[in-house]
Nanobody, 125 residues
Framework: QVQLVESGGGSVQAGDSLTLSCAASDRTFSNYVVAWFRQAPGKEREFVAG????????AYADSAKARFTVSRANAQSTVYLQMNSLNPEDTAVYYC??????????????????WGQGTQLTVSV
């Protein structure tokens, strides 16, 4: 089973940009639909963005549209989440998740069998 490792989190100020990475252990990573989720303290986990196997299809939560961009480099078995214009409401633990069963992006976390350990993003004013 593929293993996922997120990186790139940290502490930034409002208005800053940051890119998260999700590296997979499986060289057949191109077989997986990948999504980013986040969970803020005291809140439920929520979908942020997703990308299809080839990278030609993407989906975003309303909160991420126009600010975040999800992309992937299958040759490097890595998915990225570029985040611009960050604000304190973006503070959360960010997780990447993958599924080889589905061919389309699902907004529900239950659709993804494999999860990374998460990376913390803190945005201060």
């Amino acid at each position: 089973q593929v293993q996922l490792v997120e990186s790139g989190g940290g502490s930034v100020q409002a208005g800053d940009s940051l890119t998260l990475s999700c590296a997979a252990s499986d060289r057949t990573f191109s077989n997986y639909v990948v999504a980013w989720f986040r969970q803020a303290p005291g809140k439920e986990r929520e979908f942020v963005a997703g990308i299809t196997r080839s990278g030609t299809g993407t989906a975003y939560a309303d909160s991420a549209k126009a600010r975040f961009t999800v992309s992937r480099a299958n040759a490097q078995s890595t998915v990225y989440l570029q985040m611009n214009s960050l604000n304190p409401e973006d503070t959360a633990v960010y997780y990447c998740a993958a599924t080889a069963v589905r061919s389309s992006i699902d907004y529900s976390g239950s659709a993804y069998a494999t999860w990374g350990q998460g990376t913390q993003l803190t945005v201060s004013v």
